[in-house]
């Protein structure tokens, strides 16, 4: 993350406020700071969203592609993700600076993505065995102001919903190949349902207490910190992925507590995204926002 | 020898409707980010660039005068086909190159001595002029930074009809249809350039035209940007009262 | 231009830089050139077909072109490939680690990609020997052996002449069968060229207006700015690229461009000159350059702009044959500490009144340096190009002066 100057007192500082419920920018230790949503701002990309966090930014572009599926697993479409830490959030990510934090990243979604239950990966079959889409799915980090993994599953989730699939058709040529042909109506399309898609939640042990939503000031205090993935199927949240980081050890219990708010953290977020991703889709015509993306 | 089509049509209209010496249309915003010392967002057209300014802070090395670090980057989707690396590749490091060179034409580097001033620029949507309005924009992230600069340094592209006319501020498809293509970075009141550059070939004759289009062009997203950057003030300053500085 | 390159190249350091400014305003070079006038330049073509070695004073480019059968790429498929490969191999110049896109290298490539690759020299469609199969690939290697200024120009005088030197072998593709004859079997043929292009380096600095042509390292390092423009020998500009901490007006660049376009001009017709004359030698057997250091040594094989252009002038002189390079300029040498030196270019020829130094003036006096019209010349007489002068005040290139039947000048203004 981003390096933060603390001292001892503005660390005690911040754990006494963590203890009290009370966190410097008047938080509870369960809730989220103001973020802000807006999808469909790259043309170029088949689908794309920008969250902001407070002070993190993050724009997510999705890139479809017409591959070859895994012969393991030949219903399966692909998914694939790329972290990109721009220099813009801070010069030490200027070339390769940013790589171990994006390769951080990568592996979190990667494992909260893995499971078939999780994203149904059939939806991006086209014809078993031969033709599969492959999505790429690309994470820009602009701005780091904490919390980065949750703001990236949003923002990924948010470009997931927005993703429009051009309808394809299949004609049968000779000797059993089948040809793909691809619709050029860009409101011809399938979307992806993101019903399960997982969100990840970052609970962070801070002294003795576990808290959501950490700023860069709080996670330079905290010790260490659970990365809980949560999908939602049928109303219920289920757990799709943990992860653990940070340098320091958690109790079984505290580790329990900290998958039990993550999980309760993560259904009210999904939630409330839902929500407001049917809301921006429904801004259309007349009631499109005047300014839109980084010019508002 | 302009490409393989006529980018004019009769009625003398380019693909997009433009005229021939018509930019497109431009909207910037200073001041996008809290972290970076300045930052701006700029688009023409399709082309969507950030910038983010830090600096003047330590240098790395030891030298006596001011470095200017810069880094161009485009994003992944911000092309038609998905571009693999987003930095580090020959053409990024080109860009890069010319970057700091128009810069510090631009930056009043005597007032800055021991010091590095860090330019990173993002490239969100690729859609012609990049390298134009990367600079475009990375100007405007220098005025928000506050660092001295001794004019306004902006970019422009001109290319050159079949029926050669000049064109300016091509489009992604005017650059791959094989017509030449300038690209100036001046200081337009001064009337100087900084940098140039151009690929495919035209006769020497139009040469002068072309880079008088491109000038002409800078002049106007000059004017483009001043009022952005006198707005900005305005409403930055409303609150302290420093607003009708200018 | 090159901010990070190191300290140990000469103009680097504040003083040289001090000095090489107050020397530029003041209208001199460090090797008695005026600031007009280029180094000469030398080909040595081996005995491969598309191999070719530059000298441009100390500034030494090898350059190779090879071609292989290979499949064409999906979205051109009836066009051949033609790959560019530069390498400076640090040998260039004294360097520290070498990264492997550093800023010299990088320009270097970036313009000669575009001379030739994106002006589209050299016609790729008649590389294709059946579309979507199989096409001929090239590629040039160009290597820079040693970097005493104006790495672009003897970059692409090089591989524009290996380019068209060079002979690929003919290949027929019948029933689905690939077959490449042998050179016994049937003559090489040679690449097809849309149009020819090469380039000319300028070098601006603050304290002066003036451009400097054919900077040598010492000048180029401490350039404020650097102007590249390429022409072609039909006066179509294929690349510029104009950049540096000082800024330059637009009537600057176009006085470049123009004198710029006539140099470009000759040095082509130049290169056609000295193929022709290397296809002549080796129709007569004549032994060929062989290894490298055959090539860039001091050999017989060597031909000079200055002997061939010169030649082209002279109506009296006999066919021209192979002779001694014949330096007839004192080279500077990149010393850090060189003191400027106003030497009177000198000539190995037989007697001749020395040019009057009055080569410093400034650039818009041509004619008066027009030299003292000496005795008939001896045919190893190194002749220059007549008088053309880059002239400021009037926009348009002066005509060529026709050398005065006899007269020799030492003052070679290329331009």
């Given at each position: ?23 410097c ?18 043309s ?10 407070a ?15 895994n012969?393991?697993?030949?219903e ?35 494992n ?15 014809i ?9 799915i ?25 993703t ?18 691809i ?8 979307r992806?349902s ?37 999908s ?10 943990t ?12 580790m ?9 953290i ?31 | ?22 930019l497109?249309?431009?909207?910037c ?8 010392d ?28 001011s ?70 924009a ?32 091509i ?36 040469l ?39 | ?7 140990f ?17 003041q209208?001199?070079?460090f090797?008695?050139?005026?600031s ?8 040595t ?17 090898l350059?190779?072109v ?25 040998v ?11 800023q ?23 590389l ?19 970097h ?28 689905d ?25 300028y ?24 102007i ?36 470009c001009?000759?040095?082509v ?21 062989d ?9 017989q094989?060597?031909l000079?702009?200055?002997k ?68 008939a ?39």
């Open positions: 993350m981003a390096y933060v100057a603390l001292s001892e007192a503005e660390k005690t500082y911040i754990l006494h406020g963590v203890e009290d419920d009370f966190r920018d008047g938080r509870s230790r369960r809730d989220y700071r103001p973020m802000d949503l807006e999808t469909g701002l790259v170029n990309a088949s689908g794309s969203a920008r969250l902001r966090l002070n993190t930014d993050i724009l997510v572009g999705v890139k479809t592609e017409i591959d070859v599926p012969p393991l697993t030949p399966f479409g692909k998914l694939e993700f790329f972290v990109d830490c721009s220099a813009n959030a801070t010069p030490e990510f200027e070339g390769r600076g940013g790589s171990d934090l994006a390769q951080e990243l990568i592996l979190s979604l990667q909260a993505y893995e499971s078939p239950l999780a994203f149904d990966y059939r939806t991006l079959c086209l078993p065995g031969q033709q599969c889409w492959k999505l790429y690309d994470i820009l980090i602009l701005e780091c102001g904490g919390n980065l993994h949750d703001a990236v599953s949003l923002a990924a989730k948010a470009a997931l919903f927005n429009k699939l051009p309808r394809v058709t299949a004609t049968m040529l000779d000797a059993g190949i089948t040809d793909l042909i619709s050029d109506n860009p409101y011809d399309c399938t992806i993101i019903e399960t898609v997982p969100l990840l939640v970052t609970v962070c042990k801070v002294g003795d207490y576990c808290l959501v939503d950490p700023s860069a000031e709080e996670e330079v205090c905290s010790t260490v910190s659970v990365v809980v993935s949560v939602m199927r049928d109303g219920q949240a289920f757990l799709s992925g992860h653990l980081t940070g340098g320091g050890a958690m109790h079984r219990d505290t329990r507590n900290c998958l039990e708010l993550g999980l309760a993560g259904e009210h977020l999904d939630r409330l995204l839902t929500k407001m991703l049917n809301l921006e889709q429904e801004r259309v015509g007349p009631k499109r926002p005047q300014t839109i993306g980084f010019l508002k | 020898m302009a490409g393989k089509y006529e980018l004019l049509s009769e009625q003398g209209l380019r693909l997009d409707g433009r005229r021939p010496h018509e497109r249309r431009i909207k915003k200073l001041g996008v980010f809290e972290q970076p300045g930052s701006a967002y700029m688009e023409q057209g399709n082309t969507k660039v950030l910038a983010a300014v830090y600096g003047p802070h330590q240098a790395k090395s030891k030298h006596t005068e470095i200017i670090n810069c880094q161009y980057s485009q994003a992944t989707f911000s092309t038609a086909e998905r571009k693999y690396r987003p930095r580090g590749d020959r053409k990024s490091l080109e860009f890069k190159m010319y970057l700091q060179q128009a810069l510090s034409a631009a930056i009043k580097s005597e007032l800055y001595p021991r010091s590095q001033i860090d330019i990173y620029v993002e490239v969100l949507q690729a859609d012609g002029a990049n390298y134009a309005v990367a600079l475009n990375a100007t405007l992230a220098l005025i928000d930074a506050g660092i001295c600069l001794n004019e306004f340094i902006v970019a422009c592209t001109a290319s050159l009809s079949k029926s050669n006319i000049p064109l300016t501020d489009s992604h498809f005017e650059e791959v249809s094989g017509g030449p293509k300038l690209t100036v970075a001046a200081l337009p009141t001064a009337e100087k350039i900084a940098f140039l550059e151009m690929s495919e070939r035209f006769h020497i004759d139009h002068e035209t072309v880079i008088e289009t491109a000038m002409a062009g800078c002049r106007e997203i000059r004017d483009i940007l001043e009022a952005a950057v006198k707005e900005h003030l305005l409403h930055m300053g409303s609150a302290s009262d420093f607003a009708k500085v200018c | 231009m090159f901010m990070n390159s190191n300290l190249e000469p103009g680097k350091s504040k003083p040289e830089r001090n000095f090489v400014q107050l020397a530029v305003k209208n001199q070079r090797d008695g050139r005026r007009n006038e280029c180094r000469d330049v030398e080909l073509f081996g005995s491969d077909w598309g191999t070719v070695a530059v000298s441009m004073g100390d500034t030494k480019v350059t190779r090879t071609c292989d059968m290979g499949t064409p790429a999906t979205s051109r498929p009836n066009e051949g490939k033609f790959q560019l490969n530069v390498n400076l191999a640090g260039a110049f004294l360097d520290e680690l070498q990264t492997t896109h550093d010299r290298s990088l320009t270097l490539n970036s313009l000669l990609e575009r001379t030739f690759r994106s002006s589209r020299s050299v016609d790729l469609e008649s294709c020997v059946a579309a979507e199969h199989h096409v001929w690939c090239i590629r040039v290697d160009v290597n820079v052996l040693n005493d200024g104006n790495l672009y120009d003897a970059s692409t005088i090089a591989t524009l002449a290996a380019l068209m030197h060079f002979r690929r072998p003919d290949v027929t593709f019948a029933d069968k690939l077959r490449i004859y042998t050179e016994k079997e049937r003559d090489f043929i040679p690449l097809l060229f849309l149009h020819y292009p090469v380039s000319v380096t070098c601006i600095y603050k304290s002066s207006w003036q451009p400097i042509v054919d900077p040598t390292l010492l000048e180029e390092n401490a350039a404020d700015s650097v590249v423009l390429s022409f072609n020998s039909y006066q179509e500009l294929c690349s510029l690229n104009a950049g540096g901490t000082a800024p330059t007006n637009v009537r600057t660049i176009m006085q470049c461009a123009r004198n710029a376009a006539t140099r001009k000759s040095l017709d130049f290169i056609r000159k000295a193929l022709s004359l290397d296809e002549e030698r080796r129709l007569q057997g004549d032994r060929l350059v290894g490298l250091v055959a090539l860039i040594g001091n050999t094989h060597k000079s702009f200055n061939l252009m010169g030649y082209k002038k002279q109506e009296q002189q006999p066919t021209p044959s192979d002779k001694m390079e014949l330096e007839n300029e004192s080279s500077e040498e990149p010393e850090v500490e060189e003191i400027e030196a106003k030497e009177e270019p000198s000539k190995e020829e037989t007697g001749e009144a020395p040019m009057d130094s009055s080569g410093w003036l400034p650039q818009d006096e041509d004619s008066q340096e027009l030299p003292i019209p000496s005795e010349s001896t045919s190893n007489a190194g002749k220059g190009k007549p008088n053309r002068s880059k002239n400021k005040a009037n926009k348009k290139p002066l005509p060529k002066k026709q050398n005065h039947s006899d007269s020799e000048e030492e003052a070679r203004q290329f331009i």
